[in-house]
């Protein structure tokens, strides 16, 4: 990837340099050797963040945790010019830990700092101390300390991050080949550099118990050969027999899917040949076309035919497996249900026996109501009566009949009459014809005669 000498970035992907990239002036003093701390610390402070922050940010950009000192040097030349002082700026990466060696990463991805210590020292293979021995009694090689491929791991977390959220939250519970997962990282538009820093992405998102990886040996070297995304978190990440059952049949599926399209491809083009040799009157021609448009259709229902039995063999294992997530639910659903009627006593004894309980409380509540309600009526009836005799007695009227709204169940109601009411109540009657008394003819007949 090449860098402008510009400070912007366009539609073609170049990378933002900082603006005191154009001052000569500026970028002498950047591109020079660090001078000793002691002198201007805060110039040397400076310096050391600018070149921090610049690789960085480019390593971001492209989508490349690997780098060495020579590709640093190679991407931040400005015409003719190297900067002098990245090989101090990689040490203090060192020192502060921002940065491992690739062949340590690789060796124990998951290994801390403290450890990776403890390795460098006590566990590193004799062939690599004795590399580091003879560079360092015998002589240098700055060109090999200058190839020496490092990971910067802020890097490699944020393109790991970046991975996560674009590829594997959208295609969970696939298990893919290594040049299928780097498809998909390009179709989602994951900047990523090489393979080798696809890799390591790898690696690191296996540390993180986020994919399952299965190798290969091929030409003496250890690849990446299946990579597992699991449907959700806490699945199993190893990758099994039942896996690579799946994926081959989904590698044959999509092979049957091209060899279709390949066949009727074929076959339009056969047809189309026999139609122009029929145009022209050569019709032996064209039956020879036509047979090899005939084979190529029985080829392509053979085909289809087992693309479909393919199809519905991975619909019955997907099936299965959906069966057997329902049927884990229904074992712990099951199971909690039994734990909880347990700690909470709901038995169907103990149930009985406080609804039980619970029916006499609520008959006592009633008796005590229907008592409370008939005293209250009671007193209510003899009040009332008693407001009635003193306003008779006020009014200096009879006492007349009394019918009290409230009856008692044990006691029967008084009528009280007096003989004038009774009398005009007698008056008021009426008698049938042929019943009436003589005392009533003999009142009649004064109204005769008159």
């Given amino acids: 990837m090449s860098l402008s000498s510009g400070d912007k970035t366009n539609g073609t992907g170049q990378f933002r340099f900082p603006e005191?990239?154009?001052?000569?002036?500026?970028?002498k003093l950047q591109f020079a050797m660090f001078r000793s701390r002691d002198l201007d610390t805060e110039d040397y402070d400076a310096k050391m963040k600018f070149w921090m922050d610049i690789i960085v940010k480019y390593l971001k950009f492209s989508g490349r945790p690997i780098f060495s000192l020579r590709d640093l040097q190679l991407q931040f030349m400005r015409g003719d010019q190297l900067p002098a002082c990245l090989e101090t700026v990689i040490s203090e990466m060192h020192h502060r830990k921002q940065i491992r060696f690739r062949s340590e990463f690789e060796h124990d991805p998951a290994n801390s700092w403290s450890s990776w210590l403890v390795n460098s020292l006590v566990k590193r293979p004799l062939s690599w101390g004795w590399s580091k021995i003879k560079y360092s009694v015998v002589s240098e090689d700055?060109?090999?300390?200058?190839?020496?491929?490092?990971?910067?791991l802020d890097v490699l977390n944020s393109t790991c991050d970046l991975i996560a959220e674009k590829v594997l939250s959208e295609n969970?519970?696939?298990?893919?080949?290594?040049?299928?997962?780097?498809?998909?990282?390009?179709?989602?538009?994951?900047?990523i550099y090489?393979?080798?820093?696809?890799c390591v992405c790898l690696l690191a998102?296996?540390?993180?118990?986020?994919?399952?990886?299965e190798f290969k040996i091929e030409?003496?070297?250890?690849?990446?050969?299946?990579?597992?995304?699991?449907?959700?978190?806490?699945?199993?990440l190893n990758i099994s027999q039942e896996d690579h059952a799946v994926h081959n049949l989904q590698n044959t599926q999509a092979q049957l899917l091209k060899q279709l399209e390949d066949l009727e491809e074929d076959i339009k083009v056969n047809d189309n040949k026999a139609r122009q040799l029929l145009k022209e009157n050569k019709r032996q021609m064209a039956k020879t076309y036509l047979r090899k448009r005939h084979l190529l259709e029985k080829n392509h229902e053979r085909r289809s035919l087992a693309l479909h039995n393919i199809e519905s063999l991975l619909s019955s294992v997907d099936e299965a497996q959906n069966s057997g997530v329902v049927l884990d639910a229904y074992?712990?659903?099951?199971?909690?249900?039994?734990?909880?009627?347990s700690e909470s006593g709901l038995k169907y004894d103990n149930v009985d026996e406080v609804l039980a309980d619970v029916r006499d409380t609520l008959d006592q509540h009633r008796e005590v109501q229907d008592v409370m309600s008939n005293s209250v009526s009671d007193s209510i009836s003899q009040e009332d009566d008693l407001l009635e005799q003193e306003l008779r007695?006020?009014?200096?009227?009879?006492?007349?009949?009394?019918?009290?709204?409230?009856?008692?169940?044990?006691?029967k109601t008084e009528v009280v009459i007096t003989d004038e009411e009774m009398i005009a109540m007698l008056q008021d009657l009426e008698v049938e014809d042929g019943s009436v008394s003589q005392l009533s003819m003999r009142t009649a007949k004064p109204a005769q005669v008159l």
Avoid: Y
Wanted: contains cysteine.
């Fill in 20 to 27: 005191s990239w154009n001052d000569n002036a500026k970028m």
């Fill in 142 to 152: 700055l060109e090999a300390t200058a190839l020496i491929e490092r990971i910067h």
């Fill in 172 to 191: 969970s519970g696939k298990l893919l080949h290594f040049d299928a997962f780097k498809s998909l990282c390009k179709a989602q538009e994951v900047r």
């Fill in 194 to 198: 090489s393979e080798r820093d696809l």
């Fill in 205 to 213: 998102l296996n540390v993180r118990q986020i994919v399952g990886l």
């Fill in 219 to 236: 030409k003496r070297f250890r690849q990446i050969h299946l990579v597992k995304i699991p449907k959700k978190e806490g699945d199993d």
């Fill in 331 to 341: 074992k712990i659903g099951s199971n909690t249900l039994k734990k909880v009627l």
């Fill in 393 to 411: 007695d006020l009014c200096g009227e009879s006492t007349p009949a009394t019918f009290s709204p409230f009856n008692n169940n044990n006691q």
